[in-house]
C-alpha cells in the first residue's frame, strides 16, 4: 500500500521557538494532505487541509499564523509551528490522499509526530 | 455537519472470539464514504476496511466485516477470530463524497484482547 512518512518522530523544544514538521508521500503523488491533532486518549482533530501549490484551507479555531501549512511539491507538505508554547504539545499527524490509486478515496496516514514543548 | 458516534469507549474480546464495535453518524447526504482505522499502540493509524455509500454489499476484509445500515446510519464493525494483534483503538470515520476529502473520526473505542 501507499507509504507515507514524518519527520521527526518526536521533538522537544523550549517555549518561544519554531518547530518544522515533515510529511512526505513516498511512492505516490498527493495534491491533497492533511494535519491532524490528537490529545492522548483522543480522537483525530482536523486542523487544516492542504493543497499543492494553493494555500492551507484552516479549520475553524485553528490559528493560520501559528500553525504554518507548506505544500510545495506533490509529496510533501510541511507544518510549522511558529512560537510553540506546553499548550502546543500533542501528537501531530499527517495523512494523504492518493488520488491515482485503486482506492482512490482513502487516506493514508504517517507515523505521527510527538510535539513536547518545556 | 456530519457527526460520528462511538458509544463504546472500551469494549473486551478473548483471543479467538467474535466483537462487534458500534458506530453511528449522522448527515443529511446521500452519498458518502464510511472508514474504520485502527490505531494501535505505536500510532501509526491502518485502514481496516472502507465502504461506499451507494454500495449496498458490507465490506469484507479477511476477519473484518461491517454491518452497513444505510437507513440507521449505522456502521458496526466485527472482528472475528480475534487475535492479540487486534488489541488497538478503533477509530470510525465519515469523510463526504462532494465536500473535500477530510475524515470526521468518532471518538474511538479501545479494544482489549484476553488470552
Known amino acids: 500500500g501507499a507509504v507515507v512518512s514524518q519527520h521527526p518522530s518526536w521533538v522537544i523544544c523550549k517555549s518561544g521557538t519554531s518547530v518544522k514538521i515533515e510529511c512526505r508521500s513516498l511512492d505516490f503523488q498527493a495534491t491533497t494532505m492533511f494535519w491532524y491533532r490528537q490529545f492522548p486518549k483522543q480522537s483525530l482533530m482536523l486542523m487544516a487541509t492542504s493543497n499543492e501549490g494553493s494555500k492551507a484551507t484552516y479549520e475553524q479555531g485553528v490559528e493560520k499564523d501559528k500553525f504554518l501549512i507548506n505544500h510545495a511539491s506533490l509529496t510533501l507538505s510541511t507544518l510549522t509551528v511558529t512560537s510553540a508554547h506546553p499548550e502546543d504539545s500533542s501528537f501531530y499527524i499527517c495523512?494523504?490522499?492518493?488520488?491515482?490509486?485503486?482506492?482512490?478515496?482513502?487516506?493514508?496516514f504517517g507515523p505521527g509526530t510527538r510535539l513536547t514543548v518545556l | 455537519a456530519q457527526t460520528v458516534t462511538q458509544s463504546q469507549p472500551e469494549m473486551s474480546v478473548q483471543e479467538a472470539e467474535t466483537v462487534t464495535l458500534s458506530c453511528t453518524y449522522d448527515?443529511?447526504?446521500?452519498?458518502?464514504?464510511l472508514f474504520w482505522y485502527k490505531q494501535p499502540p505505536s500510532r501509526q493509524m491502518i485502514l481496516v476496511i472502507r465502504?461506499?455509500?451507494?454500495?449496498?454489499q458490507n465490506a469484507t476484509e479477511n476477519r473484518f466485516s461491517v454491518n452497513f445500515q444505510k437507513a440507521a446510519k449505522s456502521f458496526s464493525l466485527k472482528i472475528s477470530d480475534s487475535q492479540l494483534g487486534d488489541a488497538a483503538m478503533y477509530f470510525c470515520?465519515?469523510?463526504?463524497?462532494?465536500?473535500?476529502?477530510?475524515?470526521?473520526f468518532g471518538k474511538g473505542t479501545s479494544l482489549l484482547v484476553t488470552p
Open positions: 465502504q461506499e455509500a451507494y454500495k449496498q
Open positions: 448527515t443529511s447526504e446521500s452519498d458518502y464514504y
Open positions: 495523512s494523504a490522499r492518493d488520488p491515482a490509486g485503486g482506492l482512490g478515496d482513502t487516506q493514508y
Open positions: 470515520a465519515y469523510r463526504s463524497r462532494n465536500s473535500g476529502y477530510a475524515l470526521n
